[in-house]
C-alpha cells in the first residue's frame, strides 16, 4: 500500500472518531439533523434591560391565536416593580410559530451571553419559554446574544405595531 493512501485513510479515520466523540464539532460542519420544531408555545416571555429601560415581552398561546404584550417595567416606591402594559396585538398562532422557528427558539435553550470584556454597559436578556406541551427553554445574556436574537425582537415589535401603529 502507498504510504500516502494510509495517511489519508487514518486521518478521516480519525476525524470521524472526533466527531463522533465530540458533537460541537459536527455542529461546526453542520451535519447534525435540523433543530427541533416548535409546533405548540404555552408562554414565551423575553426579558430586555439596559440601563434606562426594562421591556418584557410576552407571548401566550389562545386557542389559534398568539397575544403578545409588551410591558415596561416600572419602579414605583410603595409597590416596587411593577409591569405595566404599553402595547396589545392578536396575530395567528402560525404567525407567532413561523417567528419562533425562523428564529431557531429551541436552540437557545441553555444559552448563556457572557458579558464581553471591555464593554461598559449594553443590553441584557433573559427568555423563558414553554413550547411543545412540555419542553422548557432558557436563555440568558449580556450583550452576548443567541443566533436570530434581533430577529425575534424586530418580529414582535413589528407584530406590535401591525395592530398598534
Known sequence: MNRNYVKRVFTFLLLAAAMMIFPSISQAVDTETPSEMISSFEIVTLRLSGMRF???????????????????????????????????????????????????????????????????DGIMFSLKATVNGVRKIEADGSENFPNHFRELWNGLDSILRSQNG
Open 54 to 120: 426594562t421591556n418584557e415581552y410576552e407571548i401566550v398561546m389562545k386557542d389559534q391565536e398568539a397575544e403578545v404584550v409588551k410591558y415596561e417595567i416600572r419602579y414605583r416606591k410603595e409597590e416596587g416593580n411593577t409591569r405595566v402594559p404599553v402595547s396589545k396585538a392578536v396575530c395567528s398562532a402560525d404567525r407567532m410559530l413561523t417567528l419562533l422557528n425562523a428564529c431557531e427558539l429551541v436552540s437557545w435553550d441553555g444559552f448563556h451571553g457572557a458579558h464581553p470584556k471591555d464593554v461598559r
